[in-house]
């Protein structure tokens, strides 16, 4: 059973420091992984995807690394800025194509 | 290109009584999951389908039930809804596993008061 975690559950960063969001799974059989963002009583955006056969992805200030072998995924943000403030989510998807989420970690960037 | 809808975007619904959350796509997307979210936390999901006539169960399945006659549609059904129901419930749907980029697309949110 795929279980996703990411730790920590919430982080404060003052604005301009470079952070790292971390995500970790069970199974190391995946398919994908994505990162999201979801502002507070909104919906989901797509960050960034991985496939499996790769080690990292990037846009503008964000990479996500993948390291399918030890279950872990980060996604590093650079420069934080006060709009970067939402929550991260993670997710997890097998051959299958079931998936599954990791509980998020809640970003407050202040200026 | 209206992408994932998904109705109504909010209810109430006292306990016991049954109700079908809607979620259309427009895409042509083979894969499409219900999931719930609760305060505070990430989504947890309830079914999924790979493709019409075609389901599976989730991490929490208990108390919903599915379809998928078509390939748009992916209706959630709560039969006998019970106060741990209440949640933000989300659809979404990716192409496929070929899909070069493998986006999910979500729909915004139903979210559900059980009384």
């Known amino acids: 059973k795929q279980e996703v975690t990411q730790i920590p559950a919430a982080l404060s960063v003052p604005e301009g420091e470079n952070l790292v969001l971390n995500c970790s799974f069970t199974d190391s059989a995946i398919y994908n992984l994505q990162w999201f963002r979801q502002d507070p009583g909104k919906g989901l955006t797509s960050l960034l995807l991985?496939?499996?056969?790769?080690r990292e992805q990037t846009s503008g200030r964000l990479n996500a690394s993948l390291d399918k072998s030890s279950g872990r995924s980060t996604l590093y943000i650079a420069a934080s800025q006060p709009g970067d403030s939402a929550t991260y989510l993670c997710?997890?998807?097998?051959?299958?194509?079931?998936?599954?989420f990791g509980q998020g970690t809640e970003l407050s960037v202040k200026p | 290109n209206a992408g994932v809808t998904q109705t109504p975007k909010f209810r109430i619904l006292k306990i016991g009584q049954s109700m079908t959350l809607q979620c259309t796509q427009d895409?042509?997307?083979?894969?499409m999951y219900w999931y719930r979210q609760d305060p505070g936390m990430g989504l947890k999901l309830i079914y999924y389908s790979v493709g019409a006539g075609i389901t599976d169960k989730g991490e929490v399945p208990n108390g919903y039930n599915v379809s998928r006659s078509t390939t748009e549609d992916f209706p959630l059904r709560l039969e006998l809804a019970a106060p741990s129901q209440t949640s933000v419930y989300f659809c979404a749907s990716i192409l496929g596993q070929t899909s070069s980029t493998g986006e999910l697309f979500f729909g915004e949110g139903s979210r559900l008061t059980v009384l």
């Open positions: 991985i496939q499996s056969s790769q």
């Open positions: 997710a997890v998807k097998n051959q299958g194509g079931k998936l599954i």
């Open positions: 895409m042509n997307h083979n894969y």
